[in-house]
């Protein structure tokens, strides 16, 4: 066994955190650049552009490696949001946590006081939470996009691709948008109703527009113009004369409202949690939008409260495919080959039953957790050999068991024998494997069916019906490399939604599919807590300003409740808080203070990161002036258009507010922080199972045997 | 051709601890454990140093199951430690540090193994008699008829483990749990013998941990398929239970070695399925409202069953076999066979419930002392960590009922413990040597070599340069900031004592810890007014389980002196 000891002065774990933590920082806020991870062995590389994505790439093989890459994981296992919130701060908090060893504070204090204020943090920005409810009530059926069963999105990232987008010119004509707004609040409802922006606000492309991008601005008024105002092309048309009368207004109406009120809207909601990445966040719109129909018509089903189901929405990747062919649909997709073609083509015109199969559709296939024998030996009594080898009779009585029961389609959540797949296709049946089990779930719910793991189990009560296939637009179109088309499978009211992803560039595939992730669990998450932050980094500079008023506070004997567990304890620890606790505090700021600045300098509002600190700097002053920060950022958050609240991302023409979901965040920031005081407490490495002989001799130094 | 290979003659190493080699190991062993002790204690992190997982830990049962120790000493004493874990639980570290502490200190003394032997067990008897005895002044009854004794106990042990990673207010929720938990494994009827049921920790990680709750009854994971399935079957009245302990799920892997020949178009699947299905129509004819499996249920099995309106749940797992068995009633059936009718036991309700992403069936029993404590925790190493000392904690609540004292912790016990050895050598040195033929000075010797031994392990508290001192009262234990300023108000530089029973504002007078003070006579008998003072007040006491630590104070002493009286170490080198 082999021990390291780590020197005192200098944390090698805080520091190696540290160092994982800047691959990171350019994936912070809604601006994000991509990277690619060269593999220079074999030559592959991949375009990534989260940190989820980049820790997978990153060979971490030391102690405080996996100890991020686990924390990144749990969290992101668990809400599918803030992993790089928690690896930024995870970086900017060792460091900060080095800085107060240098200044020579003890380590129980430091880690006592962090803890201390990391929570009095999370209970100030309550302060910023915005109720969410209700926002399914404006959802009439008749006003979504009704009879539409794709909604077709068009428009490229512009964070992605800027030189599209640089030439469009816009004219909004908001002078009656304006006036009623007034109307509305002097009749006490000043928080505007999205319904009523629909109708007015017009957004008319130029000329020189590309036809893709005019078509969706027209087709999809609302939301287009939301997105379009993300982008920050858009944000330097600063001379257009009607961008500026509803934003006097809203000065008037104060942030408060939001508090008070409320979200009640999903696009509102949709649009402040879409963070730049407005083309994924349509989708997650519509998929929710759609899910709701399918609740509300489902009979009885209008009493209980509407509850977004995530578990029932899939993505299919289509790479290959120009951008337009984005869309939300209910049903289940996915690919068959194209020899199948004929047989869609039959089946499509009527209700047809089917199967679903748990395991694989095979013969050697046994359930789990049945053992085979393997010394069991088939003795021939007579001369006869069997005509047919086991794999024909098994198919040739599967092939009976699925006419006798007419069935047509056999849905299998493993793998299916090609043999009995080609069989089945020549008697106009479609064996589709590898579907989800939760789709699978979503198909006996909906037709009736009951999963069985063998084929043989089947009887009557097992058989789903009314099941409709049909080709995923043209069957030509769709067509990928391998000689694979997209079908279509869905019944009357299944509660499964499938949200089509395209992407010209295959590398792009992978990106995509996470974002419209990260997109859907935001809308989740903030649905689910009926609650949301004022985003737009409006949190974090709250933190950062109460950190700095709470460092100023003198220690109060007997304030035991804001206080960490340190103040219980009878050591000398407790008693010398008040010498060190401002200077802990201050740190940890420091590290918000940095977030901040990095997230403004990434979304390019700044040209560098001193920049962005001195405007930070500047409003910090201003906040710890005012007294109470909670109420300088609400009376703010509306007055501070290329600020720090909504820099880069701002909504000029309409403000619509920016949101944060509330649990993954905090959440996120406690990771982060717990990570780094776990570091931080560890003073020595053991490694099991090594040698003495196994340790390099050079490397012997700090090392201690047993 | 066969070679023959001469053995190699063993080695015989004389006096094992005198060669510098061992006392340097002896050393590094005895730092790392020092920096864990306590709840400032620094952790450790342990991994294989080519990827595989990495853990964070301070709690010696972890420590000493990963260090590959390879010396015999080291080996002694690490094997004698992790017994007493195995036992106890909880002062783990304790015993270890003692242990080493003993070993360093009786060396310095030069006196013959059987001289220091014989005192060290003199001494050990002096302590543990006293420990017990109606007038010590260190530990507190464990009044059950309160929670306030009970919850200072756990939450001592949830604040001294820091990898926990928990803060002030989990902390408090987690203490709340635990008792919780092991409350409801008491059963009602105080017949006697009473017998404790089980607390089941049920995993659920990335979760918040404050999102951890307790259960009466049993959760069994299981898939988001079967849960869906379930759903339907809503009957909530007191139903039949089968329990199999044998595989349900039609394979017949026990055909032991060489080969079975079956003739063609035999099939033995279908004839154990048959037997199943046989089984199944048992079940049914039974009246069987719940049938729960071990291992794996064929499908058709499942199928028949849920046709009959008979739950099903298998994938039960080993660990839940137990605790099924007591909540139902029923015995395990362990064959295919048929079954005995008195092997059915009941609950009486179920439902399906959903924690973070996991589904479980939550079994209700009618009245039976098995509860689920359903932990949460970020992430694995802390969880991990978190489970082992609620554990930890549920163990000591029962070693609490059984012999219902607390020792007074956060060092004052020890501190308390050395004033009182010392003030007993000084006035009565003949009741404690008898007639063994040591001498007075040699007493006194080992006396002082044991003291400080456990007043060094009290000094291990502190991990960031702290000074400790002790009261010349109470013989408590209190901590200060190093180097104060001299001419000082004693009083305002510390609010309470170590375990929190005394404040600074009485009367007292004070001495560095490692300084040489004349003996005094600590207070015995704990009085009633200090005990209520401290329980009004906001701060709790620390306390530790006075079974574990006796037997923690006798394994570390028994450890030092067999170590103490190797002479020889043989060691086999073919």
């Known amino acids: 066994m082999v021990m390291a000891c780590r020197d005192k002065r200098r944390h090698v774990g805080l520091q190696q955190l540290s160092s994982f933590a800047e691959a990171g920082r350019t994936f912070l806020g809604p601006v994000k650049s991509s990277k690619f991870i060269i593999d220079e062995e074999c030559h592959e590389s991949v375009l990534i552009s989260s940190t989820v994505r980049l820790l997978e790439s990153l060979d971490m093989t030391s102690a405080v490696g996996q100890l991020l890459n686990e924390a990144v994981q749990a969290q992101n296992d668990t809400y599918r949001t803030g992993a790089t919130t928690l690896l930024f701060l995870a970086g900017v908090w060792s460091r900060a946590v080095e800085e107060c060893l240098h200044l020579g504070v003890p380590i129980s204090i430091i880690v006592s006081v962090m803890s201390e204020g990391l929570n009095s943090c999370s209970e100030e920005v309550v302060s910023l939470q915005v109720p969410v409810h209700d926002i399914f009530d404006h959802m009439d059926s008749t006003e979504a996009i009704s009879g539409l069963e794709t909604v077709s999105v068009s428009l490229c990232p512009f964070l992605q691709d800027p030189s599209d987008a640089s030439s469009i010119q816009e004219r909004h004509d908001l002078k009656d948008v304006a006036a009623q707004l007034t109307t509305y609040s002097l009749s006490g409802r000043p928080v505007k109703s999205p319904k009523f922006f629909k109708p007015q606000a017009k957004v008319e492309a130029g000329e020189n527009t590309s036809q893709t991008l005019k078509n969706s601005l027209h087709t999809d008024t609302c939301f287009r113009k939301s997105v379009l105002i993300h982008s920050r092309h858009f944000n330097r048309t600063d001379n257009n004369q009607g961008l500026r009368k509803p934003r006097r207004f809203l000065e008037q109406c104060g942030a408060t409202t939001f508090l008070t009120y409320g979200c009640h809207d999903l696009v509102e909601l949709a649009v402040g949690l879409s963070h730049g990445d407005g083309s994924s966040m349509k989708l997650v719109e519509e998929a929710v939008r759609l899910q709701y129909q399918n609740a509300c018509m489902q009979p009885g089903n209008c009493v209980v409260p509407f509850v977004f189901d995530i578990s029932r929405l899939f993505t299919f990747c289509l790479p290959g495919l120009p951008e337009t062919f984005s869309c939300v649909c209910p049903g289940y997709i996915t690919v068959v080959s194209v020899s199948s073609a004929a047989l869609i083509q039959e089946l499509q015109s009527r209700p047809i039953r089917v199967v679903l199969i748990e395991g694989d559709l095979t013969e050697s296939y046994r359930h789990l957790g049945f053992s085979k024998s393997t010394n069991i030996k088939t003795a021939l009594d007579s001369m006869k050999l069997p005509e047919d080898s086991s794999e024909e009779l098994w198919a040739n009585h599967v092939l009976q068991l699925l006419t006798q029961f007419s069935v047509n389609l056999v849905l299998v959540e493993g793998n299916a024998s090609e043999h009995l797949t080609e069989q089945c296709r020549h008697s106009r049946r479609l064996v589709v494997g590898s579907v989800n089990g939760r789709v699978i779930q979503a198909f006996a719910e909906a037709t009736g069916a009951v999963q069985v793991a063998y084929i043989t189990q089947v009887n009557e009560d097992c058989v789903g019906s009314g099941v409709s296939v049909t080709f995923w637009r043209n069957p030509l179109d769709v067509v990928d490399s391998s000689d694979r088309m997209a079908i279509l499978l869905k019944t009357e009211g299944i509660n499964l939604i499938t949200a089509v992803l395209t992407s010209p560039v295959s590398a792009q595939m992978q990106t995509k599919e996470d974002r419209f992730w990260t997109c859907a669990y935001r809308v989740y998450h903030a649905v689910k807590e009926a609650k949301v932050f004022l985003g737009g980094s409006a949190v974090e500079f709250l933190c950062l300003s109460h950190l700095h008023i709470l460092a100023e506070q003198p220690l109060q004997k007997g304030d035991h409740a804001c206080l960490g567990w340190l103040h219980d304890t009878s050591s000398w620890l407790a008693s010398s808080l008040a010498i060190y606790r401002p200077t802990v505090l201050k740190c940890l700021a420091n590290g918000w203070h940095k977030y901040l600045s990095a997230l403004l300098y990434n979304t390019a509002t700044y040209s560098s990161e001193l920049e962005a600190s001195t405007f930070i700097q500047h409003h910090l002053q201003n906040a710890i002036d005012c007294g109470s920060p909670s109420s300088y950022v609400l009376k703010e958050y509306r007055k501070l258009n290329s600020g720090i609240f909504n820099s880069g991302i701002s909504n000029k023409l309409e403000q619509t507010p920016i949101y944060d979901v509330v649990t993954p965040k905090i959440e996120a920031w406690r990771r982060a922080l717990d990570l780094v005081l776990l570091v931080l407490q560890t003073d020595s490495e053991i490694i099991t199972g090594l040698g003495r002989a196994q340790i390099n001799s050079q490397k012997l130094e700090g090392f201690l045997f047993l | ?574």
Request: glycine share 6%; with cysteine.
């Open chain 2, 1 to 574: 051709m066969s070679c023959l290979e001469a053995k190699k003659p063993s080695m015989c190493h004389s006096e094992p601890l005198t060669t510098e080699k061992v006392r340097a190991t002896l050393a590094v062993l005895k730092g790392v454990l020092t920096s864990c002790y306590g709840p400032f204690g620094r952790l450790k992190q342990l991994h294989n140093g080519v990827g595989g997982s990495v853990c964070t830990t301070s709690q010696s049962s972890v420590l000493l199951r990963n260090l590959s120790v390879t010396h015999p000493i080291l080996k002694i004493l690490t094997t004698s430690v992790q017994s007493h874990v195995s036992c106890f639980s909880d002062c783990g570290l304790f015993a270890a540090i003692l242990c080493c502490n003993l070993i360093e200190n009786v060396q310095k003394a030069d006196l013959t193994a059987a001289t220091t032997i014989k005192l060290n067990k003199h001494l050990l008897d002096l302590c543990t008699s006293y420990l017990r005895s109606e007038v010590c002044g260190c530990r507190i009854p464990a009044d059950f008829s309160s929670t306030h004794i009970l919850l200072c106990l756990v939450r001592s042990i949830l604040t001294s483990k820091p990898a926990c990673m928990l803060s002030r207010k989990e902390v408090d929720h987690i203490s709340a749990l635990v008792l919780r938990a092991f409350l409801l494994t008491i059963p009602e009827n105080t017949e006697d013998p009473i017998i404790l049921g089980k607390s089941v920790i049920v995993p659920l990680k990335g979760q918040r941990v404050t999102e951890s709750t307790v259960l009466p009854g049993l959760l069994i994971e299981m898939s988001e398929v079967q849960s869906m399935r379930l759903s339907p079957l809503r009957k909530s009245s007191a139903l039949k239970v089968a329990l199999f302990s044998t595989s349900l799920s039609g394979d017949f892997s026990d055909s032991g070695e060489g080969s079975v020949v079956v003739s063609y178009g035999v099939s033995l699947e279908n004839a154990v399925l048959d037997q199943l299905i046989h089984l199944g129509r048992q079940l049914v004819s039974d009246h069987v409202g719940l049938v729960l499996c071990q291992k794996v249920m064929h499908p058709s099995l499942k199928q028949f069953l849920s046709t009959h309106h008979i739950i099903a749940v298998d994938r039960v797992g080993v660990t839940l076999m137990e605790p099924l068995s007591r909540v139902t009633g029923a015995q395990p059936i362990g064959s295919l066979g048929s079954v005995s009718p008195s092997s059915y036991g009941s609950v009486k309700d179920w439902c399906s419930a959903k924690f973070g992403r996991k589904h479980f069936f939550h079994l209700i029993p009618n009245e039976a002392t098995v509860c689920s404590l359903l932990l949460c925790n970020r992430n694995d190493t802390a969880w991990d960590e978190l489970k082992l000392t609620c554990q930890t904690a549920l163990h000591v609540l029962q070693l609490t009922i059984k012999e219902p004292w607390v020792l007074l912790g956060g060092g004052c016990t020890e501190t308390h413990l050395a004033a009182y050895i010392r003030h007993m050598i000084h006035k009565e040195p003949g009741s404690i040597l008898q007639d063994d033929g040591c001498t007075q000075a040699e007493l006194h010797l080992i006396a002082e070599a044991f003291c400080s031994a456990l007043e060094s392990l009290a000094g291990s508290l502190e991990h960031d340069g702290g000074e400790i001192l002790t009261d010349m009262k109470h013989g408590h234990f209190w901590s200060v900031q190093a180097g104060p300023p001299s001419v000082v108000n004693w009083p305002d530089l510390f609010s309470r004592c170590g375990c929190g029973v005394y404040s600074s504002q009485e009367e007292l007078s004070w001495s560095v810890l490692r300084s040489t003070r004349l003996p005094f006579a600590p207070q015995t008998h704990l009085p009633h007014e200090a005990l209520e003072i401290s329980q009004q007040s906001a701060c709790s006491l620390t306390v530790d389980c006075l079974t574990a630590k006796l037997s923690g104070l006798q394994v570390a002493v028994e450890t030092a002196n067999l170590i103490l009286d190797l002479v020889y170490v043989i060691e086999d080198k073919n």
